[in-house]
């Protein structure tokens, strides 16, 4: 009788991660949570104009019992679930989709076209995984709604706009978000990615994502036919020429073993083979993680640009716009030495993985500026069998911002979910002062 009692009991005691992220209050909201992500998958909404995506998002908030409110900084929504004192812990999804066609052949693909800012008839997909990020906290919401005595202090989820545009962060900032709204001692965040199997989570302390620059250098020259081309000064050949000097600024200015990548992603001139033009353009990103770093990269780019041009003789100075800029993400070491510890209670020391930093950037930064010590950890999405072929081949899979990402969502939603549930849990079990004395008193800086 004693083993069979044993028996029942471990059985009923989630002793690895699968077992969590498989558990009673997970499945149970699992499949709405399914429906809401494929109905968000199959009807994305482009940056700025996530007004259904919105909508959807703050009805399900609002039935749980959250105090809802909508459009700050746009289309950005705000959602407090007070449950006595405690901590005010901040959980942050994106709202927007990518300008992309979908072609993962998934029987919920996007179909969407819609105009973009400029008028162009543009295909919309959740290319990013947004939508899962979004039905994996409507989840976690639900969960913690449902449970008030596991936890106490005040959540608040962020549905933020325009992250793929790295502007809707500030522009719920700038329209109050911590004025309005209790500022939060910790905020949290998560991103699915294929670089893990669907099942674990990643994990990092410090740098997570990068600083990003995004410049627009317009080079003049003076055109002419292109028979001629002693009478004119070609921008043409100086932006061959500028393009090909920057690739040394990191390996030949950068102190080896720093992060920076400089990136050309466009040139724009001329408009037909026998005109030399006027002008040139450049459309270039900065990738770097530290402040001085990031400073040298961008006074190289400048000297270099105008050097190339004085050689050349131009009569005017290029133009350089600084048009978007954020700043990387840091994980506040002492959360995320915290926070990896609840993980792997939650989900298995098997399933929680360090991962390095990544050149991509992020709007959440922004938070981050404003005082908010934050952990920003990844979600893996890769199907298993998938990613060991890849492994095994050398090849890689789909990355976000691909017409073909599609996360292995089961088990990768159940991941999240648990993963959300535990991570909140943790930071809202003892007072306010606790959780800030500890993150304070960390004894590592940034």
């Known amino acids: 009788m004693k083993i069979v009692q044993l028996l029942l009991l471990m059985l009923s005691v989630p002793l690895y991660g ?5 558990s009673k209050e997970v499945e149970t909201v699992y499949p709405e949570a399914l429906a809401l992500y494929q109905d968000l998958h199959q009807s994305p909404e482009l940056s700025s104009h996530e007004n259904q995506t919105a909508a959807k998002l703050a009805s399900r908030l609002r039935n749980l019992g959250y105090e809802v409110t909508e459009q700050v900084g746009g289309t950005g929504i705000v959602a407090l679930l007070k449950n006595g004192a405690g901590p005010t812990v901040m959980l942050r ?5 990518l300008p992309v066609e979908e072609k993962t052949g998934l029987p919920y693909a996007s179909k969407v076209r819609t105009k973009d800012n400029s008028g162009r008839d543009v295909p919309v997909m959740h290319a990013c995984g947004h939508d899962l990020h979004m039905a994996t906290l409507v989840a976690t919401a639900t969960i913690l709604a449902h449970s008030k005595e596991t936890w106490h202090g005040t959540i608040m989820l962020i549905g933020q706009p325009a992250e793929e545009t790295i502007s809707g962060a500030r522009q719920m900032i700038d329209d109050g978000l911590f004025k309005r709204f209790p500022k939060p001692d910790v905020g949290v965040a998560l991103h699915v990615f294929n670089e893990t199997p669907a099942g674990k989570v990643g994990v990092g302390s410090g740098f997570r994502y990068a600083n990003a620059d995004s410049l627009r250098i317009t080079i003049y020259g003076k055109g002419g036919h292109g028979s001629a ?9 100086i932006a061959a020429r500028t393009i090909m000097a920057l690739q040394t600024i990191a390996s030949r200015e950068v102190k080896p073993g720093e992060a920076a990548v400089i990136t050309v992603g466009y040139v724009q001139a001329g408009t037909k083979n026998n005109i030399i033009p006027d002008q040139a353009e450049l459309g270039i990103t900065v990738r770097t993680y530290k402040p001085e770093i990031r400073k040298q990269v961008l006074a190289a780019i400048a000297r270099i640009v105008k050097a190339e041009a004085d050689a050349a003789g131009v009569k005017r100075e290029p133009m350089i716009e600084h048009n978007e800029s954020t700043d990387a993400v840091y ?3 002492a959360l995320a ?12 020391k098997e399933n929680v993985v360090e991962v390095d930093p990544i050149m991509g950037s992020e709007d959440y930064s922004y938070f981050i500026q404003q005082g908010v010590p934050s952990f920003y950890f990844g979600l893996g999405g890769a199907d298993p069998a998938k990613y060991a072929q890849a492994k095994a081949s050398g090849e890689n899979l789909p990355s976000n911002h691909s017409s073909l990402f599609a996360p292995d969502v089961d088990p990768a939603m159940h991941t999240g979910i648990a993963a959300e549930v535990a991570v909140l ?3 809202l079990s003892g007072s306010a002062n606790e959780l800030r004395q500890a993150i304070a008193h960390s004894g590592e800086a940034k």
């Open 425 to 427: 849990r943790n930071l």
């Open 93 to 97: 999804t994106e709202l927007d989709a």
């Open 229 to 237: 081309p002693n009478t004119t000064i070609d921008p043409v050949v």
């Open 331 to 333: 994980d506040d070491p």
């Open 18 to 22: 699968e077992a969590l992220a498989k």
């Open 337 to 348: 030495r915290r926070l990896t510890g609840a993980l792997e209670s939650a989900l298995g």
